[in-house]
């Protein structure tokens, strides 16, 4: 494990529970135009705020001739951001938003009358 991953999982390690939930709505809330300046250019990643950094799942730097013939290798950076719907679906249910299971209670002794009283009748020994 490189270094600089080893610092990334003891980072997320030492979370705790409300600075996950802050992650989360960051994630969920973020506006894809604070990344850019004025001129919709890209903003240098040292730049970004830790906030910001954070929205960020992957970049991509991609050495392509834009113009054909110009002698000119441009660089175009691609950011990939975080799945937005899937940071909301996490803050939904831990606010209690959405329900992942259905609880049902029943009176069991009742269910067992009916299907005695069931048995009975297609036994022919209990009246209709």
């Known amino acids: 494990m490189t ?4 610092a990334a999982v003891q980072k ?3 979370l705790s529970a409300e600075a996950t939930i802050e992650q989360i709505a960051r994630s969920a809330l973020f506006d894809p135009r604070d990344f850019s300046d004025a001129q919709g250019n890209y903003k240098p990643l ?17 050495l392509k001739n834009a113009a054909a013939a110009d002698g000119v290798v441009d660089r175009v950076l691609r950011l ?3 799945d ?10 831990y606010h209690g ?12 002794q009742e269910i067992g009358r009916r299907l005695d009283a069931g048995r009975l009748r297609a036994a022919g020994l209990a009246p209709r």
């Open 3 to 6: 270094r600089l991953r080893a």
């Open 12 to 14: 997320h390690a030492e």
């Open 46 to 62: 040292h730049e970004l705020t830790e906030a910001q950094a954070q929205c960020i799942a992957s970049v991509e730097v991609v």
């Open 80 to 82: 990939k951001f975080v």
């Open 84 to 93: 937005r719907l899937k940071a909301l679906e996490l803050a939904a249910k």
């Open 97 to 108: 938003l959405l329900l992942t299971r259905i609880e049902a209670t029943m009176e069991v």
